[in-house]
């Protein structure tokens, strides 16, 4: 029975591989192949793949695409990107996925990606991979966004996903309304680049925001009871604001949005209308630990607090997202969140093991590469041994 059942198995998975598809688009459909992404979508098939031939003129195909099936998208020259002139709308549908590799969206802000409503009885998957994009909206409910290794010259908003190694103006993980077929894991940004705010407005799931480089995070909703980090990141803020760097607001009863641990970050910023690093209306737990400033370490609000330091030499450029000075083997000395040298941890975006340099490692030619792992800092004979992984080709 174990071997029959073994079989049928087998026989569903290659029976799923044959009946994918690659379609090709070319400039004036040379070749026999499609002459429009628009007109290879509507000749697809869920689980097909489109493979789209960057112009020889860098110019784009020209049109807005409605997307309403389970595609994968990538360019036909290895390592360049196809241009897309227009608007890309992903009609939403319980298990749909949609996968851009590649794509360029070039330099108009009216031309986003976005998912145009909630989905019913299930989740819509979007996965951006070494894109160039204006902006992303992909907040209905139920759609979960993985985005890696991408370029977004405006905003992020997501309700669910992971977003790693991207560089932003602003990322937000939003809704407006809470999923009803909710996911399996937490929303995750962790190596990012942001000009503006990385920000939580989202209410359906735990937060976790590790290693990234920007000018401040914005805490304005959060999971109930919920469990959420801000760890190893790198807040540098050269003009004044009206809050602190990272803020933590909210509408609700004081602790009713679960707790916050703010540990091993590295702060600096111009003061403004405030001199807090860290400043909650106690919607959450907030504790902060083993965080280093430049700034004298001032709080406002209830935070439980130990092993902060204030006035800290540090060097920070926004160019080339380094910082440099009193943050090294500054952060928690706990085996847990050791370098990847298995040093102490250094405070700021290189310090642990979701290291910056996991993202933004040396140029391998455009290579294959990891866009996530996950391995654990101590094992022990009497625990098993989890690695997860995931990673994408350029």
Same mark, same amino acid.
């Given at each position: 029975?174990?071997?029959?059942?073994?079989?049928?198995?087998?026989?569903?998975?290659?029976?799923?591989?044959?009946?994918?598809?690659?379609?090709?688009?070319? $400039?004036?459909?040379?070749?026999?192949?499609?002459?429009?992404?628009?007109?290879?979508?509507?000749?697809?098939?869920?689980?097909?793949?489109?493979?789209?031939?960057?112009?020889?003129?860098?110019?784009? /195909?020209?049109? =807005?695409?409605?997307?309403?099936?389970?595609?994968?998208?990538?360019?036909?020259? !290895?390592? $360049?990107?196809?241009?897309?002139?227009?608007?890309?709308?992903?009609?939403?549908?319980?298990?749909?996925?949609?996968?851009?590799?590649?794509?360029?969206?070039?330099?108009?802000?009216?031309?986003?990606?976005?998912?145009?409503?909630?989905?019913? &009885? &299930?989740?819509?998957?979007?996965?951006?991979? +070494?894109?160039?994009?204006? #902006?992303?909206?992909?907040?209905?409910?139920?759609?979960?966004? #993985?985005?890696?290794?991408?370029?977004?010259?405006?905003?992020?908003?997501?309700?669910?996903?992971?977003?790693?190694?991207?560089?932003?103006?602003?990322?937000?993980? /939003?809704?407006?309304?809470?999923?009803?077929?909710?996911?399996?894991?937490?929303?995750?940004?962790?190596?990012?680049?942001?000009?503006?705010?990385?920000?939580?407005?989202?209410?359906?799931? +735990?937060?976790?925001?590790?290693?990234?480089?920007?000018?401040?995070?914005?805490?304005?909703?959060?999971?109930?009871?919920?469990?959420?980090? !801000?760890?190893? +990141?790198?807040?540098?803020?050269? $003009?004044?604001?009206?809050?602190?760097?990272?803020?933590?607001?909210? +509408?609700? =009863?004081?602790?009713?949005?679960?707790?916050?641990?703010?540990?091993?970050?590295?702060?600096?910023?111009?003061?403004?209308?405030?001199?807090?690093?860290?400043?909650?209306?106690?919607?959450?737990?907030?504790?902060?630990?083993?965080?280093?400033?430049?700034?004298?370490?001032?709080?406002?609000?209830? !935070?439980?607090?130990?092993?902060?330091? &204030?006035?800290?030499?540090?060097?920070?450029?926004?160019?080339?997202?380094?910082?440099?000075?009193?943050?090294?083997?500054?952060? =928690?000395?706990?085996?847990? /969140?050791?370098?990847?040298?298995?040093?102490?941890?250094?405070?700021?975006?290189?310090?642990?093991? =979701?290291?910056?340099?996991?993202?933004?490692?040396?140029?391998?030619?455009?290579?294959?590469?990891?866009?996530?792992?996950?391995?654990?800092?101590?094992?022990?004979?009497?625990?098993?041994?989890?690695?997860?992984?995931?990673?994408?080709?350029?």
């Amino acid at each position: 029975m174990k071997k029959q059942l073994l079989f049928m198995a087998f026989v569903g998975l290659f029976s799923t591989f044959a009946s994918a598809a690659d379609l090709y688009v070319r $400039n004036l459909g040379a070749g026999g192949a499609y002459s429009s992404v628009s007109a290879a979508i509507t000749a697809a098939s869920n689980g097909d793949r489109i493979i789209i031939q960057p112009k020889s003129n860098g110019s784009a /195909y020209v049109e =807005n695409l409605t997307i309403n099936k389970s595609l994968t998208f990538v360019s036909e020259t !290895i390592y $360049n990107k196809y241009f897309i002139q227009g608007s890309i709308n992903i009609t939403p549908s319980a298990g749909r996925a949609v996968t851009f590799n590649n794509l360029s969206s070039g330099n108009f802000t009216i031309y986003n990606v976005t998912v145009t409503g909630a989905t019913t &009885g &299930g989740r819509t998957t979007v996965n951006l991979y +070494n894109c160039y994009l204006n #902006n992303v909206d992909t907040t209905p409910a139920n759609t979960t966004t #993985n985005m890696s290794g991408s370029t977004v010259l405006g905003y992020v908003f997501f309700s669910h996903g992971r977003m790693t190694g991207n560089i932003v103006q602003r990322m937000t993980a /939003y809704n407006t309304s809470s999923d009803t077929s909710l996911a399996t894991t937490d929303v995750e940004i962790i190596g990012n680049a942001a000009s503006s705010l990385i920000a939580n407005q989202q209410s359906s799931y +735990n937060f976790k925001f590790y290693n990234n480089f920007s000018t401040g995070f914005g805490i304005y909703t959060t999971k109930a009871g919920g469990s959420n980090e !801000i760890i190893n +990141n790198t807040v540098y803020e050269p $003009n004044g604001g009206d809050v602190a760097p990272i803020y933590i607001t909210g +509408n609700g =009863n004081p602790g009713s949005g679960g707790n916050i641990a703010i540990m091993n970050n590295a702060i600096s910023f111009v003061v403004a209308q405030t001199n807090a690093c860290i400043q909650t209306d106690g919607i959450a737990n907030v504790t902060a630990t083993y965080n280093v400033s430049t700034n004298a370490f001032v709080t406002e609000g209830t !935070i439980t607090q130990t092993n902060n330091t &204030g006035a800290v030499n540090m060097s920070f450029n926004n160019s080339t997202y380094t910082i440099t000075g009193g943050n090294v083997n500054a952060g =928690n000395p706990s085996v847990l /969140y050791t370098d990847l040298d298995l040093t102490r941890n250094d405070a700021g975006h290189y310090g642990g093991s =979701n290291s910056w340099a996991n993202y933004w490692g040396p140029d391998s030619g455009a290579m294959p590469q990891i866009n996530y792992l996950v391995t654990p800092r101590q094992i022990l004979n009497t625990s098993t041994l989890n690695v997860t992984g995931s990673g994408f080709s350029k």
